[in-house]
Each structure stands twice: as structure tokens, then as C-alpha cells.
């Protein structure tokens, strides 16, 4: 063995520990899925600022379009649709993931292209087909308000206000948006009447079935990337190619983040296309095409039934109130 | 006299009896202004489930506009564009008026064509320029899903989901957004350091000037017609005729329901085709327009720093969690 290989063991071990600690791994029951923590706000102030940035639509091009608007926290951290509505209407070109426990992701966007939400909060704002602003713009509207430029001040204990200040802020909102205490949540931690008969067969089916090989962790996904159609090719008129648009590494085509099932009663429709409209339509996709399983109606009724305990507490805030536009402030000319 | 005048004058006396008495006319100190009194919640139940019917976008054909989107309760109640994004980007005819305080309001839309909240509700839903749904389509939408029938049943006490029943909860809801406390009413009421003098110079200049002709009573505004353009012609591209659309009296061809002033500061741009962007056009044309009069620069500063003072408490509540859409709900088009 040469010299290098025996820190690595030991950083392995370590990690291993760690995650132990954190609960992440729950050795005593092995089960697969572990409860969502609750969210730890070490920064009020700026998660308070970052829910005022996530709501405005000052951020767009046209005024119109906040993160709220496709990450809408009163329908799961979605906008239900199969693909977005951008600037000027234009259709995007992937279903919105939920913002829900999304700091639990390895990576955000269906590729995986930002390693953070720091990183991908940035994106849609200066998308085209998104909010089409630009990062410029952006820093120059919110610094021509003065109620934001001194709540910049206070949180981040200097003047200087840029797209990272920006991103930090909606970021650190972001990671407070978890959904602890679902009904399964409950069940894992040992009260063993949360979840009722039909809902336990369609774990335990879930598990059984392979399901879980990718749907793990305390987001059930979010930590791999797959391919879609593995069994089975998959069928869809969306162009996007995932991973590999990302890597260049062709065999990676198609390979998408498993979506977390968090929540996953409210972010229908399903897959990156939205193409299932339906818990039942995307249960049966599944099973056919990455587990080359058919699931009788029963048995698929009971994985829905499971699917509906994880749904978790919505992240309960009041709506904040913005700034307002000072005379200097840019106004939108979202016709033009 | 007719034996008819008898009783109209008594009927006179009582409703400036019934005035004295709520409190909108305040005899004591003859201000023609009066405080913004605070919401009184008689069924809290209706004003809640009216609260989701205002952030639901399903209410749309696209499922991506909800009241909301252009009467934005984190900006004033107003979307802060010169006229509103509806359906397919479709250009409004008009700015959005703020929905605070609007129950105050003689009617509503800017040419008074709804006699209520209620009847107002209705009109944004089947406007094809607006979220361009139906009202049946509407019904049918919300009796998919299940959470919302039992709410109604809860709420109405009856199993009839009508858009009778739905207009009546967002009316409900749209009741509850006034806005006291603001700095000026405080001062209204006695505190006479809540105010500072020169926006006391304000004020008393908005008196002597004559804007408090129409711009009077608890909502500075919203109680009468006027034409917009009485001194001197109002040179717009907007192709609103207001009142006279409504009556087919051509001599109210250009009136308009005078816009309340509180909250003005947040509600920015101004008239009904939004096209001052600041106060400090707004009170330019005003005073020249409607008045015959050019404020000087420090007029025009003082009575702005006036109006800045009617800013009072903005409606404060959770973010409603929406009940998710059945497998029955039929899915959103938007791009179809």
C-alpha cells in the first residue's frame, strides 16, 4: 500500500462516525430513510432577508417573476406545471424541482450543474428564459433601494453588495425550508401508529421492490444521479439530456438527480418532463422502466399510500413586505 | 314640496347621524381625513379559506396567476407595474389599484363597474386578458379538491360550491387588509410628535391646495368620480374612457374613481394608466392638472413627505399552505 492510502482510510472512518452522529445512518433499525431534521437558523437576519429576495420579483427583467413564483411555497416549493412559465411567457424546458429540504440535495438543478444553493440561486435569475435578468442589474436595483441596502449592511457587516451577498441571502433562507414531522418521520422515530397498515406494506413494498436503492437518505433521493429509462428506454418529447450536458461524458445521457419524494403529494406533476400527472401514473412508470416491474393496482395503491406519509410540516413564515422602489430605482418594462 | 320630501329628509338626517357615529366623520377637530380603523374578523374560518382562494393560482387557466400576482400583498397590495401581465403575457388595459383598504372603497375598478368586493372578485378569474379561466371552470377546479370542499362545507354550512361561495370568501379575506396605524393617523388621533413639521406643511398645503376635495375621508380617496384632466387635458396613450363605459354618460367620459393615498408610497406607478413613476410627478400633475396649480419644489416636497406618512401596518399573516390538487383536478395548460 503506498503511503497515501492510510489517511484515506482513516477520513473514511471519520466520516462514517460523523454521519452516525448526525443521525444521518441509523444503525440501530437500518432502516434506509432517516427523519428530515428540524432547520437550525444560526443567522436570522439573513434568512430574513433572503425570504424578502426569494419574494420579489424586483429580480426579473419584467417585475413579475420571483423564486416564489416557480418555487411557490404555498403549493410544496413548486409551481404544479409541467415546465415552467418564464419571461414573456416562454415554456421552460424542465419541470421546477421543489426548494423543500433542497440543502439536502449532493447537487441542485435535475443535472446538477450548481454544487450549492448559493450557486443556484444565481441561475434563474439571469436565465433568458427565466427571470432574464442580469447580475448587474440585479445588484444595481437592490442597491438603489435604501431599506435593502441597509439590511445588506446589517447582515453582512460591510457595504459591499454583490450577487454573492444576494445568493448567500436566498440561500440561507433556502436551507430553513425543511418539512420535519411527516407522518413517517414520526413512524421512524418509534411511534408505531403514524403510519396505518396499508401505508407500512407500501414501505415495506417500497423497499422490497428496490425503490429505495435510489430513494434514500432522509430526502428519499437527492443524493445520485440516475438514468432515466434503465430498464426500459423512456419515452418523452423533452429534449433535455441531463448529466451528461453537464460532463460531456456520454454515458451519462439521460442520468438525472433523483428527485427527493418529500412532499411529493403537492410537487405533482412528476419527473423532470411532468410528464405523470398522477402519484399512480409515475409508481407504475417507475416500476416498469428503472426496476422492470409491473405493480398490481394494490400494490400500487399501497406505495401512494406510503408516498402521502411524507408529507411534512410546510415551512410556516408570515409573508414578508418589501421594500419599496426609490425614485432611482429602475422600474420594469416587462412589454418591451 | 312633494309629499316625497318629507321622508328623503329624514332618511339624510339619519345617514349623517349613522356617519357621526362610525366614527367617518370626525366632528370634534373637522379634519376631513379620518384613522383607518382596524379590521374587525367576524368569521375567521371564511376569511382563512378566502386567503388560499386569493393565493391560487389554479384560479387561472394557466395555473400560474393568483390574485395575488397583481394585487401582490408584499408590495402594497399593487404589482407595482404600469398595467398588469395577464394570461399569455397579454398586456393590461389599466394599473392594478391596491386591494388595501379597498373594502372603503364607493366600488371597485378604477371605473367603479363592481358594486363590491364580491362582484369584483368575479371579474379577474373570466377576464380572457387576465387569468382568463371561467367562472364553472373555477368551481369545477376547487370540487376536485377534497380539502376545499369540506372547507366551503365547514365555512358555508351547506354542500353548495358555487362561485357565489368563492367570491364571498376572497371578499372576506380582501375585508381584512386595512392598514392602521400609520403615522398620520396616529397623529389624527392626538400624538402630535408622530408627524414632523415639514410633513406637517404637507398636509396643510394638501388642505389649502384643494387636494383634500376628492382625496378625503379614511381612505384619502375612493369615495367619488372625477375626471381625470379637469383643468387641463390628460395626454395619455391609454385608450380608458372609465366612468362613461360604465354609464354610456358621455359627460363622464375620463372620470375615474379617485385612488385612495394610503399606502401611496408602496404603490408606485401612479394613475390609471401608471404612468408617473414617483410621488413627485404624481403631485406635479395633480396640482397642475386638476388644480391649476404649479407646486414649487418644496411644496411639492412637503406634500410628499405627507403622503409618505399614510404608510400604516401592512396586513400581517402566515403564507396559506394550498390543499393539493386530487387525481381528479384537471391539469393546467398554459401553454396551449
Not at 412559465?85 to 424542465?94: A, R, S, T
Not at 430498464?231 to 460532463?247: C, F, I, L, Q
Request: aromatic fraction near 8%; charged fraction near 20%; charge should be neutral.
Amino acid at each position: 500500500m503506498s503511503r497515501f492510502t492510510a489517511p484515506r482510510l482513516v477520513l473514511g472512518a471519520l466520516s462514517v462516525a460523523a454521519l452516525l452522529a448526525t443521525g444521518a445512518v441509523q444503525a440501530k433499525d437500518a432502516e434506509p430513510v432517516s427523519p428530515i431534521p428540524a432547520a437550525k437558523v444560526t443567522n436570522p437576519g439573513k434568512v430574513e432577508l433572503g425570504k424578502k429576495l426569494f419574494f420579489d420579483p424586483r429580480l426579473s427583467r419584467s417585475g413579475f417573476i420571483s423564486c416564489n413564483s416557480c418555487h411557490n411555497l404555498s403549493m410544496g416549493g413548486s409551481d404544479n406545471l409541467k415546465t415552467s412559465i418564464g419571461d414573456k411567457w416562454q415554456k421552460g424546458p424542465i419541470n421546477s424541482p421543489t426548494v423543500l429540504n433542497s440543502s439536502l440535495n449532493v447537487a441542485q438543478f435535475w443535472d446538477g450543474r450548481a454544487k450549492d444553493l448559493k450557486e443556484q440561486a444565481g441561475g434563474p435569475i439571469a436565465n433568458p428564459g427565466e427571470m432574464a435578468f442580469t447580475h448587474d442589474l440585479a445588484v444595481d436595483l437592490l442597491t438603489s433601494i435604501p431599506q435593502y441596502v441597509a439590511e445588506f449592511k446589517k447582515v453582512f457587516g460591510h457595504d459591499k453588495l454583490t450577487i454573492d451577498e444576494v445568493t448567500q441571502a436566498i440561500a440561507a433562507f433556502e436551507e430553513t425550508l425543511v418539512t420535519p414531522n411527516a407522518r413517517f418521520d414520526k413512524w421512524l422515530k418509534g411511534d408505531k401508529k403514524a403510519i396505518n397498515a396499508q401505508e407500512l406494506r407500501g414501505y415495506q413494498l417500497f423497499k422490497s421492490s428496490g425503490c429505495v436503492a435510489c430513494h434514500n437518505g432522509p430526502n428519499l433521493g437527492g443524493t445520485s444521479f440516475q438514468k432515466m429509462g434503465l430498464v426500459e428506454a423512456y419515452k418523452t418529447d423533452n429534449p433535455a439530456e441531463g448529466r451528461s450536458a453537464v460532463t460531456g461524458n456520454d454515458a451519462e445521457r439521460f442520468n438525472f438527480k433523483v428527485p427527493t419524494l418529500r412532499n411529493v403529494e403537492l410537487t405533482y406533476p412528476y419527473f423532470h418532463d411532468g410528464a405523470a400527472d398522477t402519484l399512480t401514473q409515475a409508481v407504475d412508470t417507475m416500476g416498469r422502466l428503472q426496476l422492470g416491474k409491473k405493480f398490481t393496482p394494490e400494490e400500487n395503491a399501497d406505495i401512494v399510500a406510503f408516498l402521502k406519509t411524507l408529507t411534512g410540516d410546510q415551512p410556516k413564515f408570515t409573508l414578508p413586505i418589501l421594500p419599496p422602489s426609490s425614485d432611482k430605482t429602475k422600474r420594469p418594462q416587462p412589454f418591451e
